[in-house]
């Protein structure tokens, strides 16, 4: 039901989060994050924190997710820092204290002087969830927090700087998302047909929500529950949009394609949704079989850099994602957990290598 969803309240640490991406070579987008808590509730205050001055490029991004921002204006003299971590952790009590149906904070930062404040709120009978890039996080934060989630292993923060940006703005770290496409299809390119290649994207959209719904505790995944989720991540989706009469009837086009399974929920008309235990995941694991089979020849390991794309080679259209799966990553340990591939990494080429078992 919608009156037992989380209501969560955002509040970023800015320049930690942009300095620890950096420190990994990647940009900041805040659309990750905000994808992240779609699928854990409701978020109803979101304010980022910084001397926007230094940060004018990021702007725009935050304020197109509507996130209130909070000058902390450097001085001289001034610990800038110090000043942005008081303000935050200040207003987060506060509205702790004001706002009781705030049931959830998340507390986007690697440094363990929010330490303190997680425990506060956790005294007052508040979830609190941290976010920070892995490198740059403290040791002393995740541990007391309910959970903590690594920036850098959130799903779309992989391709942030090596697809390009995806809006421009001046200055900032320059860290967007890509655009979704940038040239037109040549029709002896393999590409699908505009029908299907909605419904791929639509279905993608389905998978990356409903994982993103069971790894943050939610099961069973009730239909509405995916719906409602899908519709915090973006407000304009209407299933109308691809020819579908009902968010049901979606679903049950999803189930003939083997994308979901779908079971008799707590409601009538309101089925759970689940991944199937075989079908199109094994069909992909099979590809990636069959790919390093055709690549590591006689007693040779394939390095799984470039691995996906010589997949995508064979299957122009492939993607982990359709399956459910955040990252190419993810999809190889599964595969590996299940037997299918062997994985193994070498310190000395900085790299997992891969086999197919005999």
């Given at each position: 039901?919608p009156?037992e969803?989380?209501r969560?309240?955002?509040?970023?640490?800015?320049?930690?989060?942009?300095?620890?991406?950096?420190?990994?070579?990647?940009?900041?987008d805040v659309?990750p994050?905000?994808?992240?808590?779609?699928?854990?509730?409701?978020?109803?205050?979101?304010r980022a924190?910084?001397?926007?001055?230094?940060?004018?490029?990021?702007?725009?991004?935050?304020?197109?997710?509507?996130c209130?921002l909070?000058d902390?204006?450097q001085?001289t003299?001034?610990v800038?820092?110090?000043?942005?971590?008081?303000?935050?952790?200040?207003?987060?009590?506060?509205l702790a204290?004001?706002?009781g149906?705030v049931?959830?904070?998340?507390?986007?930062?690697?440094?363990?002087?929010?330490?303190?404040?997680?425990?506060?709120?956790?005294?007052?009978?508040?979830?609190v969830?941290?976010i920070?890039?892995?490198?740059?996080?403290?040791?002393?934060l995740?541990?007391?927090?309910d959970?903590?989630?690594?920036?850098?292993r959130l799903?779309g923060?992989?391709?942030?700087?090596?697809?390009?940006?995806r809006?421009t703005?001046?200055?900032?770290?320059?860290g967007?998302?890509?655009?979704?496409?940038t040239?037109k299809p040549?029709?002896?390119?393999?590409?699908?047909?505009?029908?299907?290649?909605?419904?791929q994207?639509?279905?993608?959209?389905l998978?990356q929500?409903?994982?993103?719904?069971?790894?943050?505790?939610?099961e069973?995944?009730?239909a509405s529950?995916?719906?409602?989720?899908?519709?915090?991540?973006?407000?304009t989706?209407a299933?109308?949009?691809?020819?579908?009469?009902?968010?049901?009837?979606?679903l049950?086009?999803?189930?003939?394609?083997?994308?979901v399974?779908?079971?008799?929920?707590?409601?009538?008309?309101?089925p759970?949704?689940?991944?199937?235990?075989s079908?199109?995941?094994d069909?992909?694991?099979?590809?990636?079989?069959?790919?390093?089979?055709?690549?590591?020849?006689?007693d040779?390991e394939?390095?799984?850099?470039?691995?996906k794309?010589?997949?995508r080679?064979?299957?122009?259209?492939?993607?982990?994602?359709?399956?459910?799966?955040?990252?190419?990553?993810?999809?190889?340990?599964?595969?590996?957990?299940?037997?299918?591939?062997n994985m193994?990494?070498?310190?000395?080429?900085?790299?997992?290598?891969?086999?197919?078992?005999?």
């Open positions: 039901m009156d969803e989380a969560i309240a955002l509040f970023i640490d800015h320049e930690n989060l942009v300095i620890g991406a950096r420190e990994i070579g990647r940009g900041f659309g994050i905000m994808d992240a808590l779609a699928e854990r509730g409701r978020v109803v205050a979101r924190y910084a001397d926007w001055t230094l940060f004018a490029g990021d702007r725009r991004t935050l304020v197109e997710h509507n209130e909070i902390i204006p001085r003299g001034a800038r820092k110090n000043a942005a971590d008081i303000k935050l952790a200040v207003d987060a009590m506060e204290y004001e706002r149906f049931s959830t904070f998340v507390i986007c930062s690697g440094d363990s002087d929010f330490t303190p404040l997680v425990a506060a709120l956790r005294a007052l009978n508040r979830r969830i941290g920070g890039v892995k490198g740059s996080t403290s040791s002393l995740p541990p007391a927090c959970e903590f989630l690594f920036y850098d799903p923060v992989g391709e942030l700087v090596s697809q390009g940006s809006r703005g001046n200055g900032g770290n320059g967007s998302r890509p655009p979704r496409r040239t040549r029709k002896d390119d393999g590409a699908a047909p505009a029908g299907q290649r909605d419904l994207e639509l279905q993608r959209q998978t929500t409903l994982a993103g719904l069971k790894q943050s505790g939610a069973p995944v009730l529950s995916l719906k409602r989720a899908l519709l915090r991540k973006d407000p989706f299933e109308a949009d691809y020819g579908f009469r009902a968010f049901r009837e979606l049950g086009q999803a189930e003939r394609n083997g994308i399974t779908l079971t008799e929920g707590q409601a009538p008309g309101d759970a949704v689940d991944f199937p235990d079908g199109q995941a069909k992909a694991f099979d590809v990636l079989r069959q790919t390093l089979l055709e690549l590591q020849g006689d040779e394939v390095p799984l850099s470039g691995l794309d010589q997949i080679k064979r299957d122009p259209r492939w993607s982990e994602k359709d399956f459910g799966y955040a990252g190419f990553l993810q999809f190889v340990k599964a595969a590996a957990a299940k037997g299918i591939v193994e990494w070498d310190d000395a080429e900085g790299d997992y290598f891969l086999f197919v078992p005999d």
